[in-house]
Structure formats: structure tokens, C-alpha cells
């Protein structure tokens, strides 16, 4: 079930309609519906409420004004790690024998 933040893909009648963020998700007076607030990601940006139940929000299809919707959870792609490639490429530092350590302890003194 998507929750507050996720980025999702509302279809109506199986074609994409728009992405949005969902903001806000609040219990409606009856068992397992939902006041939902949706930043719909288009331009310009809109602000919609829309009550839902719990499984419409979970991707389950649902109908608005007679028309066939879904919202759909976006998992977004992993993304390459440029500084975690660089550091398994990089041989690991030598250590090296001439190390000193100093007290701080005696800095003080």
C-alpha cells in the first residue's frame, strides 16, 4: 500500500493519467476509507482529495464518475553509486609501519 510521500501513477481506463505525491492520509468516518490528498505532478501543479478505501490505495481498481481508475506505487530505479564504484575499484591503502601515535593527554602538560 502506497503511504504520505510515495510518488504514484494514477491510470484512468488503463492510460496513464498523471503522476502524483501523495501528501496526506487521513481516516474517514467509516471502517477502511480514507481522505487522501494527492500533488498531482503536472503542470501547473493541483492539489485534489479524494476519498478512497483502503485496498483502492493498495492498487486495487476502482471507479470515478463510471470510469475505471488505478493508482499504482512508482518504484523508482536504483540509481549507480559513482562514489561507491570508485571506492571497490581503488586497492585498498597500504598500511604503513611509521605511524606515530600521539597522547593528547601529554599535549596538555
Same mark, same amino acid.
Given at each position: 500500500?502506497?503511504i &504520505?510521500?510515495?510518488v504514484?501513477l494514477?491510470?484512468?481506463q488503463?492510460q496513464?493519467?498523471s503522476y502524483a505525491?501523495?501528501e496526506?492520509?487521513l =481516516?474517514?468516518h467509516? =471502517?477502511?476509507?480514507?481522505h487522501?490528498?494527492f500533488l498531482?505532478l503536472?503542470?501547473?501543479l493541483?492539489?485534489?482529495t479524494?476519498i478512497l ?8 481498481e476502482?471507479?470515478m ?6 493508482i499504482?506505487?512508482v518504484v523508482? =530505479?536504483?540509481? =549507480?553509486?559513482p562514489?561507491?564504484d &570508485?571506492? &571497490?575499484?581503488?586497492p585498498?591503502p597500504?598500511k604503513?609501519?611509521r605511524?606515530?601515535?600521539?597522547s ?5 602538560k
Amino acid at each position: 500500500m502506497a503511504i &504520505e510521500g510515495d510518488v504514484v501513477l494514477i491510470t484512468v481506463q488503463d492510460q496513464p493519467l498523471s503522476y502524483a505525491r501523495i501528501e496526506q492520509i487521513l =481516516p474517514d468516518h467509516k =471502517p477502511d476509507w480514507y481522505h487522501v490528498t494527492f500533488l498531482l505532478l503536472q503542470i501547473p501543479l493541483q492539489v485534489v482529495t479524494w476519498i478512497l478505501r483502503d485496498v483502492y490505495i493498495g492498487g486495487h481498481e476502482f471507479t470515478m464518475g463510471g470510469k475505471a481508475m488505478r493508482i499504482e506505487k512508482v518504484v523508482a =530505479p536504483q540509481l =549507480p553509486n559513482p562514489a561507491g564504484d &570508485e571506492k &571497490e575499484k581503488q586497492p585498498a591503502p597500504e598500511k604503513s609501519t611509521r605511524a606515530k601515535v600521539i597522547s593528547l593527554k601529554d599535549l596538555k602538560k
